[in-house]
């Protein structure tokens, strides 16, 4: 076993973290890079189901090591999550004992090493990405194909059994404060980190688009319900251009999208087409119906984009001090949507976003955070 350091960790994901394309590996990514940039060596674990292998992720690690995620439906049978036991591996457990170095599990879905008593006596944190028995129960809620919903049901009822595992851990950092109030009710040393968005300073461009843009992963159903509500309440009928940007979107949402001359869907955007939509939109529009948390696409909208529409429960628990302007129903979204496309975004306004930013988001202090509990 080699010795302890201080500046060596082992990260475990759920997922290859490149391209750096939606919310969860948003923040896994841009975390490791902060503790890159800190001076921390990085022994990088993840799991690998459809996404390839990353020539950048093995630049900024010491080694990267990556694990075939088990698909195989017998591992619906186990009384664990599927999201578990799908990414449980003898041989991360066998590189996590080389050596003493603390570990950070991203995800309850990386969990699964708790369970080895061979890592009892291990630093080892875990990264909360949403109160996943929640998260799930909403998908359900929202799934439209049957055999989806009831595994997602079922899911969601072994997440909630799995989750006092995070007991083992030394430590937990939740992702918002939402997620911290629920988790230091049951358990210790737990601390608030938000989200990792890969944004230091605001990079809005002044003056006026042509268009409103909405972003997300798209075969979520959280996503695509807001999209479909976007076309369907809001922009039907309108001559105001709306694009819909996304991964994988379902056949259902395209159709639609295809159906409205005044909307578009662009289709698996890489991140630099994505990042130019933003920028150039004259409002990013962000509509969600469960409140989980800040959202990434939040923050790239405010570092990034021109005016900023939202919905309540998208800045739920939050102090957007005016950096957003929210509106709830259909009716709402018309009247101010049709307002600001009449309005340029100016210098000041530019100004007082890079302000008021500065106060309600700050990475750099939380890798000061973050580097005091790992060392």
């Not at 036991?85 to 950070?104: A, C, F, G, Q, W």
């Not at 698996?268 to 469960?290: C, K, S, W």
């Not at 984009?305 to 800045?315: F, H, S």
């Amino acid at each position: 076993m080699r010795n302890t350091s201080d500046n060596h960790i082992h990260i475990v994901s759920f997922d290859i973290p490149c391209p750096v394309n939606y919310g969860g590996v948003i923040d896994v990514f841009f975390k490791l890079k902060a503790l890159v940039e800190r001076g921390f060596k990085v022994h990088f674990h993840c799991f690998e189901y459809g996404r390839e292998r990353s020539e950048r992720l093995e630049a900024l690690c010491v080694e990267t090591h990556y694990y075939k995620r088990d698909m195989s439906l017998i591992n619906l049978l186990s009384k664990k999550p599927f999201i578990v036991t799908s990414r449980m591996s003898d041989d991360l457990i066998s590189n996590l004992l080389k050596d003493n170095y603390p570990v950070l599990l991203e995800g309850l879905h990386t969990c699964g090493a708790l369970l080895d008593k061979r890592l009892q006596n291990r630093t080892i944190y875990v990264r909360a990405h949403n109160l996943e028995h929640d998260y799930y129960r909403y998908l359900a809620r929202t799934e439209k194909k049957l055999t989806k919903k009831l595994f997602l049901m079922v899911e969601a009822r072994k997440l909630k059994r799995f989750e006092p595992v995070l007991s083992k851990a030394t430590g937990i950092l939740a992702i918002s404060n939402k997620d911290y109030e629920y988790f230091k009710q049951f358990y210790k040393n737990v601390c608030l980190i938000p989200a990792y968005a890969g944004f230091d300073k605001v990079n809005v461009l002044e003056g006026q688009g042509d268009y409103v843009l909405y972003h997300g992963k798209l075969d979520v159903s959280e996503n695509y319900n807001a999209a479909e509500f976007l076309v369907k309440k809001v922009f039907r009928g309108s001559d105001i251009k709306l694009r819909i940007a996304g991964m994988d979107p379902p056949r259902h949402l395209a159709k639609l999208i295809d159906s409205q001359p005044n909307v578009e869907l662009i289709e698996n955007p890489d991140d630099d087409t994505l990042q130019e939509l933003i920028r150039n939109a004259h409002i990013n529009i962000l509509v969600t119906t469960q409140s989980t948390g800040l959202k990434l696409k939040l923050l790239n909208a405010l570092f990034n984009g021109r005016y900023c529409v939202v919905n309540d429960k998208m800045v739920e628990g939050l102090d957007v001090n005016d950096l957003c302007v929210v509106a709830n129903t259909a009716e709402e979204m018309k009247t101010v949507v049709a307002d600001l496309m009449t309005k340029p975004f100016v210098e000041e306004q530019v100004e007082i976003r890079k302000s008021r930013m500065d106060a309600f988001y700050n990475s750099s202090r939380s890798t000061d955070k973050l580097v005091e509990l790992l060392g």
